[in-house]
């Protein structure tokens, strides 16, 4: 069967500082994978998604950036946190455009 | 732009009673829709999904939706409510355009009382 991991759980950082969280599925082949983010007390916002290695596509202009270098891992990045990067960071998967199935998600604090 | 209302932020029910969350879908077209559920500083858990055919869907741990086109309303329900049923609930709408981008809507949050 197919699982979803995120690490790490969770993160605190410094204004400033980079980031780097990882997502990987297990299970399975050529997923399609996307980044959430869900900010306090709101629904889930689509940051990124990617159909392949080194496909990226960016649904929202801002301080984070998305790469894919295996065919299941998935990385989320900043170089310079900004306090409104806070938030719940999860990762999903899906195969060929269906149902998508998340990861435990990370929870950033930018102080 | 595609948009998905849920008009309740937050239902309290007793446990034992019946369950109806709303949710309102702006689409061009059927789109594929979903319910997750989500605890408290966890993943969200897919409850049901509807595609096509039979617009009365079964999903796990009880809970059903149904999606009624003229509405535009995709709406979950469960006849008995338990107190691990407490969650935030989510409906998405799935855009079927090649990777299929999920819009979601803002959520509710359910309590349930003893």
């Known amino acids: 069967s197919q699982t979803i991991h995120q690490w790490p759980a969770t993160l605190v950082q410094p204004v400033g500082s980079p980031l780097s969280l990882e997502c990987t599925v297990e299970?399975?082949?050529?997923?399609?994978l996307y980044w959430y983010r869900q900010a306090a007390g709101r629904g889930l916002q689509l940051l990124f998604y990617?159909?392949?290695?080194?496909?990226i596509s960016s649904e929202v202009p801002q301080n984070l950036s998305a790469s894919r270098p295996q065919d299941r891992q998935f990385i989320l990045s900043s170089k310079k946190l900004l306090l409104s990067d806070s938030g719940f960071y999860l990762c999903?998967?899906?195969?060929?455009?269906?149902?998508?199935?998340f990861g435990p998600g990370t929870r950033l604090l930018v102080l | 732009a595609q948009s998905v209302t849920q008009p309740d932020i937050h239902i309290t029910v007793s446990e034992g009673a019946s369950l109806e969350l709303r949710c309102n879908y702006s689409?061009?077209?059927?789109?594929?829709l979903f319910w997750y559920v989500q605890s408290p500083g966890q993943g969200l858990q897919l409850l049901l999904k509807?595609?096509?055919?039979?617009?009365l869907v079964q999903g796990i741990k009880g809970f059903e939706a149904e999606f009624k086109r003229s509405q535009s309303s995709f709406n979950l329900r469960k006849p008995s409510v338990h107190w691990s049923d407490a969650a935030e609930y989510f409906c998405?709408?799935?855009?079927?355009?090649?990777?299929?981008?999920?819009?979601f809507g803002q959520g509710t949050r359910l309590t349930i009382n003893p």
């Open positions: 999903a998967w899906s195969l060929g455009g269906e149902t998508q199935y």
């Open positions: 299970g399975t082949s050529n997923p399609n």
């Open positions: 990617s159909v392949g290695i080194g496909q």
């Open positions: 689409y061009g077209a059927t789109p594929y």
């Open positions: 509807y595609f096509s055919g039979d617009t």
């Open positions: 998405a709408v799935g855009l079927p355009q090649g990777a299929q981008k999920l819009v």
